[in-house]
């Protein structure tokens, strides 16, 4: 009862939900994940960035189940998931991107793990790809274990994955903030503090089933090709030497080559800038020569032609 009580005053969790123009996809992703929460100890939080949808409306409808915070503006997306830690009350923050979906049981397996595996600082949800759609989605329970990594076994195991938001689960009071902050404007706040978290705690939960559907090709309006190149090797060079091998972290860079690149290449839409970081960040990699410059030759013959289609 004591644990229950305290949990009433201050949630245990904090499922923050960051928005932007997308209701289609939250209504999906908050009707599969409100019938998990429960009574007490979980609040879900949506950071609408000023959406010109109809999130305002749709958030209204649902009463008391979500607590709602809208920016006056649009702040860009960093500034956004930020406040998705500033104004939690949760001891953890779940931070669940409005077009990715929990299984059916996702909630009770986390809060499991949260109070069995010693409260944790790092807790990372093993996610699966799905298509635009998410046509694979199936609501029945799912079972996953748990291993305790430490920092450089935790990104072994996943690679370039700690870049997925979605998975990220983290005590607040774990989070090297000043370091997180230094990464605004570069679009990937929940990778530094997914990297950046493991490597000053040295432990994270990793769950050894999937327990997230993740939408596959939307993008969020930026410039994926910059921001998986130049941005995410600027995050990981600028690591505190003694949390990371660096030979693993050149590893990790390499598989983002030989796959977020290359699809990149391969699908989404490309400006000037962001073809010269493909090149300019990938080129000392052998998947540069492998998968990406085939890939980008293609993408060209068919833009000649006029085959080419591109996500945006």
Not at 11 to 21: D, R, S
Not at 92 to 104: A, I, K, M, N, Q
Not at 214 to 223: E, L, Q, T, V
Request: aromatic share 10%.
């Amino acid at each position: 009862m004591p644990e229950q009580d305290s949990e009433e005053r201050q949630p245990l969790l904090t499922i923050a939900i960051p928005t932007y123009n997308r209701v289609d996809c939250l209504t999906q992703t908050l009707t599969t994940l409100l019938p998990q929460v429960p009574a007490t100890g979980v609040e879900v939080v949506v950071f609408d960035n000023a959406s010109p949808d109809g999130t305002a409306d749709y958030i209204r409808s649902l009463g008391t189940k979500v607590r709602y915070f809208r920016q006056k503006s649009n702040l860009g997306p960093d500034i956004n998931m930020l406040d998705c830690f500033r104004k939690a009350r949760g001891t953890y923050v779940w931070l669940l991107c409005d077009d990715d979906l929990p299984y059916s049981n996702t909630l009770d397996i986390l809060l499991s793990a949260i109070r069995d595996l010693d409260r944790p600082e790092f807790v990372y949800l093993y996610p699966i790809w799905g298509d635009a759609q998410l046509s694979q989605y199936r609501d029945t329970p799912v079972e996953s274990d748990w291993q305790i990594l430490d920092a450089n076994a935790f990104l072994q195991r996943i690679s370039f994955l700690f870049t997925f938001a979605s998975s990220i689960v983290v005590r607040r009071d774990s989070i090297p903030m000043e370091l997180v902050e230094r990464q605004k404007g570069t679009y990937l706040i929940p990778a530094a503090i997914a990297l950046y978290t493991a490597g000053a705690c040295n432990r994270v939960a990793v769950s050894t089933a999937p327990l997230l559907l993740a939408r596959g090709d939307n993008s969020g309006g930026y410039s994926a090709a910059t921001v998986f190149t130049k941005n995410l090797t600027e995050l990981m060079d600028r690591c505190p030497a003694e949390w990371y091998d660096r030979r693993l972290l050149e590893e990790v860079k390499r598989a983002n080559i030989d796959h977020t690149v290359r699809h990149i290449a391969e699908r989404w839409a490309l400006d000037g800038p962001g073809i010269w970081n493909i090149f300019r960040y990938s080129c000392r990699y052998k998947p540069f020569y492998q998968r990406v410059l085939p890939a980008l030759v293609r993408r060209a013959i068919h833009q000649i032609t006029g085959q080419t289609k591109v996500t945006s």
